[in-house]
């Protein structure tokens, strides 16, 4: 499904594939009972999962605030990657400017390598993006799971800054296939000015 996101830098849409949750930042309200509706159609209102409800809304309003108060734009939640096929994981945007100390005559490519030390820089169709890979360990009981967390710093056009998309995958269970994964959705990217250009 194609998800669009403004904030002050620039709209853009983006492919999310299967079913994701848009929750929303704007308002404290608004996000709580977003939330509050979504644990409910995923949980059930069965008696006895009366805590796993509660720990599950307190976890996202947690995830959610602090998405917030680092100046997040848009936070999307995968529920399934098909029907009946869970996918973990969690997708933050925000922006941020340009470093001072990056040289803005300097080619692009430089410029982003410049600017998110320890990237990897791959291109994509909007251009080069900067991505920073971790891969963790998540402890569930007795059992171990990779978890991976995933970083894209993708220049907005006319050098508005840059759109930092983040991606926390718990139980990654092969992080080098949900790599790809996530920089095809990163690379589903479509910036609102160049889609207005292909309509006229």
Sequence with gaps: MTYTARSPQGSYSIILPGTWADIPLVDEETMR???RTLVLQQVGRNDRLARMRRDAREELVSTAERARAAGATAFWMSLE??????????????????????????????????????????????????????IGEDVIGETREPSLYLEYSVPYPADAGLLTVSVSAPTAHDPELYTLFFDAIVDSLTWAELQTEEVS
Excluded: H, S
């Excluded at 005559?105 to 909007?126: D, F, H, N, S």
């Design 33 to 35: 009972e977003r939330i």
């Design 81 to 134: 990657v098909l029907p009946g096929i869970p996918l973990p994981a969690a997708l933050i945007a925000r922006d941020r400017a340009w470093p001072e100390e990056v040289d803005a005559e300097r080619p692009l490519a430089e410029r982003l390598a410049a600017a998110t030390p320890g990237a990897q820089l791959i291109e994509q169709r909007t251009g080069p993006v900067a991505r920073i890979r971790e």
